[in-house]
């Protein structure tokens, strides 16, 4: 099929440029297998129920969770068809991701819509091999994907809704990890609040640099439509905004599950520092959060705030009691 033939000029021949035709690798890169790296916020969910609830150190635990996160990324690969699927209209309007597989013609929308439902039944059956409680929190991961994606809700398109509605699935992750492990204590929800939190404050972030870099007002709010209400004042204030509320609210777990995660607070605020000032560079990575590991001052300060975390959170400190002392008991 021929999408242009331009008049013959001085008795030239017709040039002929073909249209795109779908293909199979152009469905597989709308899953975004490049993004499964996300996922890793599942972990944290994990470690916390195993530091609360270490009854659940078994020989079912790899197992579930092998299983369980490869339940997630097929979810979050449907979520991300979607994603293409929708957005491919919008993505013509940006000068990068117009290039992208469905909006340059390489994706066969009847059959996108296909894979969409194909990857979420799959996921919903290996999840369904965890427990209830998973396959419940991927039943609300894939709604979230819906409610963000999907006319006439189409959260994305909504000023701060945007953001708070994408975001939700870092709680979500961390409830598949906690879930997991198959305790059977409550997850904090001071902790799901800060990860909440901590989400926004990444994507307020994202939508800043991808503002800046496009650097056109009208043609960032045909690319995004919550742009036409954005500027980089009302995002940056966001960003504070995010921010404060999920220290706050990770020093209420902290203060009521482990005091011992105080000594951290330092190396959260670096890695937060750190991200919030990569959005100043052009064409920044973190618009692209699966190119973040091109960033070394960026990964050195996540391995080590991370190993330190995770340390903390099976280390007893009595002395902190004495220095932090407590109305109430922990």
């Known amino acids: 099929m021929l999408s242009q033939v331009d008049a013959p000029l001085d008795g030239i021949a017709p040039s002929i440029t073909p249209k795109p035709r779908p293909t199979l690798w152009a469905h597989v890169q709308i899953a975004r297998m490049d993004h499964w790296v996300k996922n890793v916020f599942v972990l944290p969910g994990v470690i916390v129920a195993l530091s609360l609830d270490r009854s659940q150190w078994n020989g079912d635990l790899i197992r579930n969770f092998l299983v369980g996160l490869l339940a997630v990324c097929l979810v979050t690969s449907s979520n991300y068809v979607i994603n293409e699927i929708l957005d491919a209209p919008y993505d013509r309007q940006h000068p990068v991701k117009r290039h992208r597989p469905v909006p340059?013609?390489?994706v066969s929308l009847r059959w996108g819509y296909v894979q969409w439902i194909v990857l979420m039944l799959v996921g919903m059956i290996v999840a369904a091999q965890v427990s209830v409680p998973f396959l419940a929190t991927m039943l609300a991961l894939w709604f979230m994907g819906c409610v963000y994606n999907i006319p006439p809700v189409r959260s994305k398109d909504v000023p701060y809704l945007d953001v708070l509605s994408e975001a939700v699935n870092n709680p979500l992750r961390m409830l598949a990890g906690w879930y997991i492990t198959q305790t059977t204590l409550l997850p904090p929800i001071s902790l799901l609040m800060s990860y909440w939190m901590v989400g926004c404050y990444f994507m307020a972030i994202k939508?800043?640099?991808e503002y800046r870099d496009i650097g056109n007002p009208i043609r960032s709010g045909n690319y995004r439509r919550s742009f036409k209400f954005y500027n980089e004042t009302r995002l940056l204030v966001s960003i504070m905004f995010y921010a404060t509320h999920a220290m706050l609210f990770f020093g209420a777990f902290i203060i009521r599950y482990k005091l011992e995660l105080i000594l951290s607070f330092?190396?959260?605020?670096?890695?937060?520092?750190?991200?919030?000032?990569?959005?100043?560079?052009?064409?920044?990575?973190?618009?692209?959060?699966?190119?973040?590991?091109?960033?070394?001052s960026l990964m050195a300060s996540v391995i080590v705030c991370w190993v330190v975390m995770m340390t903390l959170m099976f280390c007893e400190m009595p002395a902190l009691d004495e220095l932090f002392p407590l109305s109430v008991s922990r």
């Open 104 to 106: 340059s013609g390489k």
């Open 207 to 209: 939508r800043f640099a």
């Open 266 to 296: 330092p190396l959260v605020a670096l890695v937060m520092a750190i991200y919030l000032m990569l959005s100043f560079e052009r064409d920044s990575s973190v618009q692209r959060p699966e190119k973040l590991h091109r960033s070394p």
